[in-house]
């Protein structure tokens, strides 16, 4: 071999004695490199691992103490888990018994069981379904469902879940409230019927008397003194009191009668309306706020409250110069009114009383004492508040609120 | 460049032309890794330039055509590393058409910093592939070497013109019709 084959070996040799080193410490460092990632991953791993626990037992947690019955049921509505409250709502344990979706159905709802789980089928889900079970104890119950669909990764449905609420209590109160209502709506009918046939039954006796006290004062006037005849007066005075107090039981007994709808109107129009009705004596002046809201109420029924409360206001002015001023204030839920005037005021003592029907402060005749009634059951039935306030001799002010979200 | 493209070039060398031409086109080289290559390893490209310009000078063979013996040399090497890669494929111009959509992907999977040339199918229908080569290194040559060796590796023939768009050979576009 000559020198120069023998110098081209060594270095040949010499490069590949290098490469193998090179290669060596890049492998070398490949490895650690594996290393670190193998050990970064398995950190990470392990950090998964317990993220999966505790969300799985967070999962169970849920699961376990969710209030409302949950049941997985397959697609072929097959029970496959379901947690306690199921359990006692539908009566079986899981581990002691297979059961279908449609024996726990009412055998009246069969049909209706089977339209809503092939809506849930096409749909995804089914919500708000309410539906009477029979459960495997035999107890027949109504509950109230919402029911999804579980799909995989693949978006494929695997299983059904649903939270089932025993609602059978609820739908009895529901239908005794119901039946209370009915039956409260009947007597209330029956009350109004009453009142009616009472005020015209009491009024026709008592027009047979006042015409009977005529004839007897016509037949027997030159014969009568003085005296008597004062009595016969009083006599009919009173005659007129008694058809006044029955008319005012009639008044009382509609004053809330549903036959008028809610209306929004403008409360300006309602109190001078009320105003026109009335007779205003030349020595009294009313002066009404503008810039008086629009509310929600029925509009014959708050005429009338204005109208008796400015009436009120008239009839017993005892001042030459009569003010009466009707007025507004805007509260947060609430419109405010008021009717005030400089007449001869309430005592204290009478403040609650004269709401009460038939009790007029006055010994006045034409006092029927309904009007502040009928002004105290139309302002509550508007869902508001009547009160008054007064200084004896100075006058007395009415107030009353309106809801606003009527 | 990766490694395993030198350590095959020397192999090829040595088998073809004896230690005696690879020893001296190596010595005749200014090589920063004294030509001491291992397929781990990633070297310049301008080694593989300077070898290939010395090995031409040496032998007389011009440099394209050690590049395509040598491009045609290297499918050897993938079919013998990556077999179940080229399993995959049915016929030559499926498996040349889906080398940037698949193969270099791949790739880069496993060799994240490998500098590799872009291969844009321009037409492709049952027999004909029109693709547009891009690669600073103008090694297109050596890609026409592999492409005769995948139709070998399929058993088919074709004929594969190479037009160079650019005159240094960096943008190339290759007709390629099975026959």
Not at chain 1, 231 to 250: R, V
Not at chain 2, 134 to 158: I, V
Request: hydrophobic residues 40%; contains cysteine.
């Amino acid at each position: 071999m000559s020198d120069q084959e023998i110098a081209v070996l060594k270095r040949a040799l010499q490069r590949e004695r290098l490469a193998r080193k090179k290669a060596e410490s890049i492998l070398e460092q490949k490895a650690s490199e594996l290393y670190d990632t193998s050990q970064e991953l398995k950190k990470s791993n392990l950090a998964l691992q317990s993220l999966l626990r505790e969300k799985s037992s967070e999962l169970k947690g849920v699961f376990e103490n969710l209030v409302d019955a949950y049941v997985v049921m397959d697609l072929f509505g097959n029970v496959v888990k379901m947690n306690e409250a199921a359990e006692d709502l539908l009566g079986f344990r899981m581990e002691e018994e297979e059961v279908n979706l449609m024996s726990m159905a009412h055998p009246s709802e069969v049909d209706r069981v089977i339209q809503a789980f092939d809506k849930l089928m096409k749909e995804d889900s089914v919500a708000n379904f309410e539906v009477r079970i029979k459960t495997l104890r035999g107890e027949s119950k109504t509950v109230h469902i919402n029911a999804s669909l579980i799909r995989d990764e693949q978006h494929k449905p695997i299983a059904a879940q649903g939270i089932v609420r025993d609602i059978t209590e609820l739908m009895q109160l529901q239908k005794q409230k119901e039946e209370l209502l009915e039956s409260l709506g009947r007597s209330n009918e029956e009350l109004s019927d009453y009142a009616h046939v009472v005020s015209h039954d009491l009024k026709s006796p008592l027009r047979s008397i006042d015409a009977l006290v005529t004839w007897i004062l016509d037949d027997n006037k030159e014969t009568l003194d003085e005296t008597t005849l004062a009595n016969f007066d009083l006599i009919k005075q009173t005659l007129e009191k008694m058809e006044q107090l029955i008319s005012g039981i009639l008044e009382y007994a509609s004053a809330t009668s549903m036959d008028q709808k809610m209306l929004a109107v403008n409360v300006s129009d309602l109190i001078h309306g009320s105003i026109q009705m009335l007779h205003v004596p030349p020595g009294i002046q009313i002066e009404v706020d503008s810039g008086l809201p629009q509310v929600m109420c029925h509009p014959t029924k708050i005429q009338q409250v204005f109208q008796n409360l400015i009436g009120n206001a008239i009839k017993y002015m005892d001042s030459d110069a009569g003010q009466i001023h009707v007025g507004y204030q805007e509260r947060d839920s609430h419109h405010e009114f008021f009717v005030k005037d400089n007449g001869p005021g309430i005592g204290q003592e009478h403040h609650q009383t004269v709401f009460k029907v038939f009790q007029s402060v006055s010994p006045k005749s034409s006092s029927s004492g309904v009007g502040l009634s009928i002004v105290k059951k139309v302002i509550e039935f508007h869902g508001g508040k009547v009160w008054l306030e007064s200084v004896p001799d100075k006058g007395a002010t009415f107030f009353f609120t309106l809801k606003k979200d009527l | 460049m990766k490694g395993i493209v030198f350590t095959e070039f020397l192999d090829l060398v040595e088998e073809k032309f004896g230690l005696m031409t690879l020893d001296e086109i190596i010595e005749k080289s200014d090589l920063p890794s004294g030509g001491s290559y291992t397929a781990v390893g990633t070297y310049e490209f301008q080694e593989m330039l300077q070898l290939v310009t010395n090995l031409s000078a040496v032998t007389g063979v011009s440099v394209d055509d050690l590049l395509m013996t040598y491009g045609e040399h290297f499918f050897k090497v993938l079919e013998k590393s990556y077999p179940h890669f080229l399993e995959q494929y049915q016929d030559p111009l499926g498996l040349l058409s889906s080398i940037e959509s698949h193969i270099h992907v791949e790739v880069r999977k496993i060799y994240p910093d490998a500098e590799l040339p872009k291969f844009e199918v321009l037409d492709l229908t049952e027999s004909t592939l029109v693709m547009m080569y891009r690669s600073s290194r103008a090694l297109y040559k050596f890609g026409l070497g592999l492409m005769h060796s995948t139709f070998a590796y399929f058993g088919e023939k074709a004929e594969i013109e190479a037009e160079k768009i650019e005159e240094d050979g960096s943008v190339v576009k290759f007709s390629i019709h099975k026959i």
